[in-house]
């Protein structure tokens, strides 16, 4: 079983920036692909960002390239902390978002874990 717990989330200023933790416990998470997700009232929930096991690998939505930043500290093989940093956010960032894992290769879709979701609004 993984837990998953997701803090930063807030309040911000369009342009500003915020970071997004998703801090992973579990028997050998740090082997787990990891996403970050985002959802508003009556949408779907969207993918936002996805890294591999080791980092190596990295995905993002076409919305957030280029001021979005994903990336993972492996810290033991119980635990692992996944990061999101966003820049330059936009009013049509504001969701909750949410942080995922799952066994195997990293995908913009399915996941086996999820945390409860941090809100994120950006508004002046």
């Known amino acids: 079983q993984v837990q998953l717990v997701e803090s930063g989330g807030g309040l911000v200023q369009p342009g500003g920036s915020l970071r997004l933790s998703c801090a992973a416990s579990?028997?050998?998470?740090?082997?787990?692909?990891m996403g970050w997700f985002r959802q508003t009232p009556g949408k779907e929930r969207e993918f936002v960002a996805g890294?591999?096991?080791?980092?190596?690998?990295?995905?993002?939505?076409d919305s957030v390239k280029g001021r979005f930043t994903i990336s993972r500290d492996n810290a033991k093989n119980t635990m692992t902390t996944m990061y999101l940093q966003m820049d330059s956010l936009k009013a049509e960032d504001t969701a909750v978002y949410y942080c995922a894992a799952r066994r195997g290769i990293v995908t913009k879709s399915v996941y086996d874990y999820w945390g409860q979701g941090t809100q994120v609004t950006v508004s002046s």
């Open positions: 579990g028997r050998t998470v740090n082997t787990y692909a």
């Open positions: 890294i591999s096991w080791v980092g190596g690998t990295t995905y993002y939505a």
